[in-house]
């Protein structure tokens, strides 16, 4: 079974990957099941007693699931079908905003924005900004049970409106930092990282807004 998880799970987690990185779990039926669109909806599928199923959420008696015949690109379906035919395979403890599974030991890495901030510096004559600092504060976590440790790789990245008295619209810029985070079983990290900003002197930038924030796991990897 858990060589069978190794190879469904990238497949997963790769053609849906909004809705894979955020599944509960990962189940099989336990018996023949019918696939609703909804919960108490239209059958939209059946599916085999002992198919490999990830769960996306739960609802009441209902279970909201992506399933696939063949393990196919492409031919993976969100369904809903009853908890009570449903069987845990693995769970995951840790949780974030975009996770990663390292599938040699079949641990996630979630990584979480907690907080952000961003601080301009003013040019000589204190006129307009030549540069701003964002900061993302982040808390990196894992589910592994081994011995040994888990290795992260984190992106973030930050998105910015700006206006200056020399530009006739707003504009809006981006900028992504990269870090690596090692972590032992069960275990989680807090950090910071520090995305820059610089402005030509000719835009005379004066207000500097930080729009959206986000950080995700590119790879995880045990050692």
């Given at each position: 079974?858990?060589q069978l998880?190794?190879?469904?799970l990238p497949?997963?987690?790769?053609?849906l990957p909004?809705?894979?990185?955020s599944?509960?779990?990962i189940?099989?039926t336990i018996?023949?099941?019918?696939a609703?669109d909804a919960?108490?909806g239209n059958?939209?599928?059946?599916?085999?007693?002992g198919?490999?199923?990830?769960?996306?959420?739960v609802?009441?008696e209902?279970?909201?699931?992506?399933?696939s015949?063949?393990?196919?690109p492409?031919s993976?379906?969100?369904?809903?079908?009853?908890?009570?035919?449903?069987?845990?395979?693995?769970?995951s403890t840790?949780?974030g905003d975009h996770?990663?599974?390292?599938y040699?030991?079949?641990?996630?890495?979630c990584?979480s924005v907690?907080?952000t901030?961003?601080?301009?510096d003013?040019?000589?004559?204190?006129?307009?900004?030549?540069?701003c600092?964002?900061?993302?504060?982040?808390t990196t976590?894992?589910?592994?049970?081994?011995?040994d440790?888990?290795?992260?790789?984190i992106e973030?990245?930050?998105?910015i409106k700006?206006?200056g008295?020399?530009l006739?619209y707003?504009?809006n810029?981006s900028?992504?930092e990269s870090?690596?985070?090692s972590?032992?079983a069960?275990?989680s990290n807090?950090d910071?990282?520090e995305?820059?900003f610089t402005f030509?002197s000719?835009n005379e930038?004066n207000k500097?807004?930080?729009t959206?924030?986000?950080?995700?796991v590119?790879?995880?990897t045990?050692y």
């Open positions: 079974m858990r998880r190794k190879l469904i497949f997963l987690l790769l053609l909004c809705s894979a990185n599944a509960t779990a189940a099989k018996e023949a099941s019918s609703m919960p108490n059958i939209k599928a059946q599916i085999p007693s198919s490999i199923v990830a769960v996306l959420a609802k009441g209902w279970a909201n699931v992506l399933y015949k063949n393990h196919a492409g993976y379906l969100s369904l809903w079908v009853r908890v009570k035919n449903l069987a845990l395979v693995q769970s840790a949780a996770c990663t599974t390292d040699e030991t079949d641990s996630q890495v990584v907690d907080d901030s961003i601080d301009c003013e040019n000589f004559d204190k006129a307009a900004y030549r540069g600092t964002a900061t993302v504060e982040f976590q894992t589910d592994y049970e081994g011995d440790f888990i290795s992260a790789d973030c990245t930050v998105e700006y206006e008295t020399q006739i707003a504009r810029d900028s992504s870090t690596n985070v972590m032992y069960t275990t807090s910071s990282m995305i820059y030509s000719l930038v500097v807004n930080l959206s924030a986000g950080c995700e590119t790879s995880a045990s």
